[in-house]
């Protein structure tokens, strides 16, 4: 049986889902995205998510498609089509059609699509043995604090990575590591010290990397926001990533070298189990 998903006010099959072909989304990249996870048949963090779409789509002076509300009963009804008991649902809105114009159209109708995915983020294999990275340079536009759904210069790191035989790239501008294809990054100096880059236009906010970082504060981990070298990751106790599709991860070797003792180190271990014992309970 095919997903159901929703497209422009109706829920639908997938394989019947269809939006404009001069949809600026697929034309220009004009549109921005979500990734909320699903636990135990509930949202997790999701009103952060519905925050951070309503900034985006400010910054980019779109038009919403309909309410926080009304985006949120929407993911719940596909939840319940679904029969989803943990994965993802993704969300994007974009300016809508409009006949090619590199200029906005004066009274734009944006398009909304949702869609879900099944998918272990509790019980995932790779918690256990962690990932590893490269660092390639960043070549992404410079306001990286929009999640919008331009996404080619990830995909392209991404690909560098498997083609190294590794999992995930790390990106590097000006010798300092901003955040990874899909994830924020970090590091643990050998004094316990959690480092990550301080949020601004070069990195985004991201929702999970906001919750561990509250966690991580609660339970008296020493925090610094800051810029970090390549140097400092080959030399660092440990390293992670967060996402909201593997909430704390493990990276056990950066460019070919071993972090720690190669497996995930116990500040990602113990972050992660903070962060799933706070999901189980709002789940």
């Not at 006010?9 to 990734?35: C, H, I, L, N």
């Not at 210069?153 to 990874?180: F, H, I, N, R, Y």
């Not at 991580?216 to 660092?236: G, M, P, Q, T, W």
Request: overall charge negative; aromatic content about 8%; glycine content about 8%.
């Amino acid at each position: 049986m095919s997903r159901i998903v929703y497209v422009n006010g109706e829920f639908v099959p997938e394989e019947d889902a269809k939006v404009s072909v001069f949809d600026r989304g697929f034309m220009f990249a004009d549109g921005v995205y979500e990734v909320s996870s699903v636990i135990r048949g509930k949202l997790i963090d999701n009103e952060g998510h519905m925050v951070r779409l309503q900034r985006s789509m400010n910054e980019l002076d779109m038009p919403a498609p309909a309410t926080n509300e009304e985006i949120e009963a929407i993911q719940k009804q596909l939840i319940e089509n679904n029969d989803l008991d943990e994965g993802l649902i993704y969300l994007q809105v974009t300016r809508g059609p409009a006949d090619r114009d590199f200029a906005y159209p004066k009274e734009p109708k944006p398009s909304l699509v949702l869609f879900t995915q099944k998918k272990n983020v509790i019980d995932n294999p790779i918690a256990e043995t962690g990932i590893s990275v490269i660092t390639v340079e960043d070549i992404r536009w410079a306001r990286r604090d929009i999640k919008t759904v331009g996404l080619l210069a990830p995909c392209m790191a991404k690909m560098q990575a498997k083609a190294a035989g590794a999992d995930d790239a790390w990106l590097v501008e000006d010798g300092s590591v901003t955040e990874g294809s899909s994830n924020n990054a970090y590091i643990v100096t050998k004094d316990g010290t959690i480092v990550t880059r301080y949020v601004g236009n070069q990195i985004l906010n991201g929702i999970t990397r906001r919750a561990v970082l509250a966690l991580a504060k609660e339970h008296d981990y020493n925090i610094e926001e800051r810029l970090f070298s390549v140097e400092e990751c080959y030399e660092a106790a440990e390293a992670f990533v967060t996402s909201a599709t593997m909430f704390v991860q493990g990276v056990v070797k950066i460019d070919g070298k071993q972090i720690g003792d190669g497996k995930p180190g116990p500040v990602a271990k113990k972050l992660r189990e903070y962060y799933v014992e706070m999901a189980l309970a709002e789940a």
